[in-house]
């Protein structure tokens, strides 16, 4: 699994005395994300890409790997469309440095909520992960291996 916040919060850490601009430490790391996906596709490992999907260069880079590796390209989609519990969430939890403390702005927060980018050239599954993860993890396992 290659999970985007370790990734950047590694590289944000490293970083420290340098005063790194966010947005350059996420360019970069989207960057070696991406160099680890195409090494463990090369050696034949299946890969999980944690990371949200607000732009539709995610889609074309997972499609284009998968294709250049004979992989099997599927996409989940983790959707919860509660403020007020995404803000729960985000101040109970232990925070990497990458994290965002707090929910966005009403408008922001809508927009990112229903912004993600999916592709259009397949089945994706969405799961709603307002419920427990007993309730969808069974649907989720069975659309990774079908």
């Excluded at 996906?37 to 790997?65: R, W």
């Excluded at 966005?104 to 969405?126: I, Q, W, Y």
Aim: hydrophobic share 35%; proline share 3%; glycine share 2%.
């Amino acid at each position: 699994m290659i999970d985007h916040d370790i990734v950047k919060s590694a590289l944000l850490e490293s970083m420290e005395d340098h005063n790194m601009d966010p947005t350059v430490a996420g360019k970069i790391s989207y960057h070696i994300d991406w160099s680890l996906i195409d090494f463990h596709l090369s050696q034949g490992h299946n890969v999980i890409f944690d990371s949200p999907c607000l732009y539709t260069e995610m889609v074309d880079k997972g499609s284009n790997a998968a294709k250049k590796y004979n992989a099997t390209y599927k996409y989940v989609e983790c959707y919860l469309n509660n403020r007020e519990q995404i803000e729960h969430r985000l101040t109970n939890r232990k925070r990497m440095i990458s994290q965002i403390q707090h929910a966005a702005s009403e408008d922001a927060f809508e927009a990112t909520v229903n912004g993600a980018k999916r592709p259009a050239h397949m089945k994706c599954l969405v799961i709603d992960s307002s419920q427990p993860l007993e309730s969808y993890l069974n649907r989720v396992i069975e659309y990774v291996v079908e």
